[in-house]
């Protein structure tokens, strides 16, 4: 194991506890738990778009 996946693996486990601890608080301190959990969370990457579907969007105008 690297050094990143066990960055990764302490991300996750601390945006657990923190998850449970939000559980348990009153919707002040919720909100603000949830917040740092985001710290926590991995970046996700967009992904990319199929040129296909790009250009069946919703359009309006059918």
């Not at 009153?26 to 738990?33: M, T, Y």
């Not at 917040?35 to 969007?57: H, I, S, W």
């Given at each position: ?35 740092l ?26």
């Amino acid at each position: 194991m690297g050094p990143t996946m066990l960055d990764e693996e302490f991300n996750r486990q601390r945006a657990k506890i923190l998850r449970e601890l939000a559980e348990q608080s009153d919707p002040f301190i919720k909100k603000r738990l949830l917040n740092l959990v985001q710290r926590y969370e991995p970046k996700r990457q967009p992904m990319p778009v199929d040129e296909r579907f790009a250009k069946c969007g919703d359009n309006v105008d059918r």
